[in-house]
T-cell receptor, first 115, second 114 residues
């Protein structure tokens, strides 16, 4: 079945550092890919998405490009802030592969940004 | 308005209690979801409603009983829960069911079973 693999955390960075969180997926067909963020004590918020190969999703300085050849959707930000401290989930949805279009989440990566 | 609201925010209940969680959205979304999230884990799908009909039940124990009274409301009725059911319960909605459509999540209900 479909699956998502994220880099293990926690990730600790200093303010203004460059961020990369790796995400790779296994899926049949052409899944849509998402990054969700969960701030402490809150629900999940959609950060960005991409629905086809070579699409770039971007929001709030975060970017991720749907790379079908490497089955990846790595999250990047050029300069992180303390307020970016949160847990980041990579996810896919796919009508093929048995998941019926539901979200398949990675395990999450906790990011801590120090001033 | 892109908000999904959930009540209560926190709930403590004994193993013999009956309680309900409520979720509401006014975005005209036709799909609604219940997830369970344990600490430091991703959300796990419990139920999916599509056009007010239960579409998917991911083998959830019968002590959890969902209800969709109308297209804006989703309830989760709880009865005879176990301590291991303590978790954050998240509601979400999407315009419809489909792979490219994002889900909007509520803030969750933090449930503690004593």
């Amino acid at each position: 079945g479909d699956s998502v693999t994220q880099m293990e955390g926690p990730v600790t960075l200093s303010e203004e550092a460059f961020l990369t969180i790796n995400c790779t997926y296994t899926a049949t067909g052409y899944p849509s890919l998402f990054w969700y963020v969960q701030y402490p004590g809150e629900g999940l918020q959609l950060l960005l998405k991409a629905t086809k190969a070579d699409d770039k999703g971007s929001n709030k300085g975060f970017e991720a490009t749907y790379r079908k050849e490497t089955t990846s959707f790595h999250l990047e930000k050029g300069s992180v802030q303390v307020s970016d401290s949160a847990v980041y989930f990579c996810a896919l949805s796919n009508l093929d592969g048995g998941s019926q279009g539901n979200l398949i989440f990675g395990k999450g990566t906790k990011l801590s940004v120090k001033p | 308005d892109t908000e999904v609201t959930q009540t209560p925010k926190h709930l403590v209940m004994g193993m013999t209690n009956k309680k309900s969680l409520k979720c509401e959205q006014h975005m005209g979304h036709r799909a609604m979801y219940w997830y369970k999230q344990k600490a430091k884990k991703p959300p796990e799908l419990m139920f999916v409603y599509s056009y007010e009909k239960l579409s998917i039940n991911e083998s959830v124990p019968s002590r959890f009983s969902p209800e969709c009274p109308n297209s804006s409301l989703l309830n989760l009725h709880l009865h005879a829960l176990q301590p291991e059911d303590s978790a954050l319960y998240l509601c979400a909605s999407s315009q419809d069911r489909g792979p490219g459509l994002e889900q909007y999540f509520g803030p969750g209900t933090r449930l503690t079973v004593t």
